[in-house]
């Protein structure tokens, strides 16, 4: 039995194990069943399988192209249009400048 997460309940390790011995099925260092995996796990078969078809699921997901996603530029605010307004007003003509 792996050693207990506090964060992970066994019925989750034993589905990301299910998963990543499908993604990975060439590699020699997996228990030669499922039912091991399952011990190992300390997960029962019913739970950890409707986990793995979950993460099934969202596994496209993330596996989505790397980087930022595109977005629309940011809308301007009020707020925004004032700062620029007092600034311009301020620092740009010379003729109002007292300094």
Known sequence: M?????????SLVAALFLLCREQLPNWKGWPKTVTLMLE?????KT????????LRVLLP???GTPGRPASEPAATSAFTDV??????F???KKEHRKW
């Open 61 to 63: 997901t993330v596996l």
């Open 2 to 10: 792996f050693e207990k997460s506090s964060t992970l309940t066994p």
């Open 40 to 44: 190992l796990a300390g997960s029962g």
């Open 90 to 92: 301020l620092l740009c």
């Open 83 to 88: 700062v620029v307004a007092a600034y311009n």
């Open 47 to 54: 739970q950890a399988y409707e986990i793995l078809d979950r």
